[in-house]
């Protein structure tokens, strides 16, 4: 059995030779070669899902759990690793910001209002989305601490580092914390959204992880040269590069998983298209952002956890207001369209950024 990508996404993998001509053969416009590339990125991001949840489902519950929460967001990592690699750290926080916020607010608020439109409310767990909620409630606190630090006690570069650093393996020891808390102590917690529908015979093993380690390659080759381009399209469609890493690189590298999350809310499981714009949210908080950071001790320019004001207020904000809406196990589509708002007003606010 081959893996199928959701339709409608199956021609977009025409960009993935697309783009290679566009970059080593006709040498077209950066903005061009931007735009090809993130499209390319898409149906692989997606071949990339289908590929870990083929070995997750071969693999069993424990070690499936752990498959998805790791490769959740492979997409996105290797972006960020393509930009951090060459010293891109604005664009490599924007895009870590970017996903952070387009899931509990766009993805998240997409889903609540397509759910929502034809039903009076939907229903959900409200102890699994509080217990997101917390989760992302400390991720916030990892954004705020470093950036206080550096701004109130003004502390040197090198000790800022080593308070990201350190941070960082706080974060990462909460992550696995909280795989042992939703994969085994309290997996009943999160049983309640019940197992998505069968996709018939499930693909081999040797198939799966052929599939994904080609998807991977691809992901990585496009990854590298849309980093390649970042900076000569911003100027060329005159954006910030902040702007493009939090709203442009964010919404491609997750373009597959949204497609899930309001999938999931059409058929009214709230509970799974919640825990996809929340899980993935913590994930890139708690396990992306730490991985980035420590790998980049070993490049010539290390990163920190510095982010700016309107980043970490961008994120408290969303978080904020996520909770407030998780609180009451239910949704209704004005909630989704408000969460839409907030969406556009941050994303309003880093476009005026210069």
């Not at 040498?27 to 061009?32: D, E, G, Q, S």
């Not at 992302?136 to 650093?165: E, F, M, W």
């Not at 998807?215 to 496009?222: E, G, I, K, R, Y």
């Not at 442009?248 to 999938?263: C, F, K, L, R, Y």
Request: aromatic share 6%; with cysteine.
């Amino acid at each position: 059995m081959t893996l199928k990508l959701k339709p409608g996404l199956n021609w977009l993998l025409v960009f993935v030779p697309i783009t290679l001509l566009l970059e080593y053969v006709w040498h077209t416009r950066a903005a061009v070669v931007f735009m090809c590339s993130c499209l390319a990125i898409i149906p692989l991001a997606g071949v990339m899902g289908h590929a870990t949840e083929g070995l997750a489902a071969r693999a069993g519950a424990g070690v499936g759990g752990l498959l998805n929460a790791t490769f959740g967001n492979a997409a996105e990592m290797i972006i960020a690793f393509m930009a951090l690699s060459k010293g891109l750290h604005d664009v490599v926080k924007a895009s870590l910001t970017g996903s952070i916020i387009g899931n509990i607010l766009l993805v998240l608020g997409l889903s609540i209002l397509a759910g929502g439109w034809k039903r009076e409310r939907q229903r959900f767990n409200a102890m699994a989305a509080s217990s997101g909620s917390t989760m992302l409630l400390l991720a916030a606190v990892g954004l705020v601490v470093p950036a206080a630090y550096a701004a109130l006690a003004g502390g040197t570069d090198t000790t800022v580092k080593d308070l990201s650093a350190e941070i960082s393996v706080v974060l990462l020891l909460t992550y696995v914390l909280n795989l042992l808390f939703s994969l085994r102590t309290h997996k009943h917690l999160y049983d309640l959204a019940g197992e998505e529908e069968s996709h018939g015979e499930l693909p081999s093993l040797a198939r799966s992880a052929w599939t994904l380690l080609v998807a991977t390659v691809l992901v990585a080759w496009m990854s590298e040269i849309l980093v390649g381009v970042v900076e000569e399209t911003s100027h060329a469609l005159g954006l910030t590069e902040v702007f493009v890493g939090v709203i442009v690189v964010a919404i491609i590298g997750n373009a597959a998983e949204h497609s899930t999350a309001i999938m999931m809310a059409l058929k009214d499981k709230m509970d799974i298209a919640i825990g996809i714009a929340v899980g993935s949210s913590v994930q890139i908080a708690l396990f992306v952002a730490p991985v980035l950071m420590l790998a980049s001790l070993f490049m010539e320019r290390p990163m920190d956890l510095v982010f700016t004001m309107p980043e970490v207020l961008a994120v408290i904000l969303s978080v904020w207001v996520v909770t407030q809406i998780s609180q009451d196990g239910e949704t209704n589509w004005l909630e989704g369209a408000q969460l839409l708002s907030v969406y556009a007003i941050l994303g309003l606010v880093f476009y005026h950024i210069r």
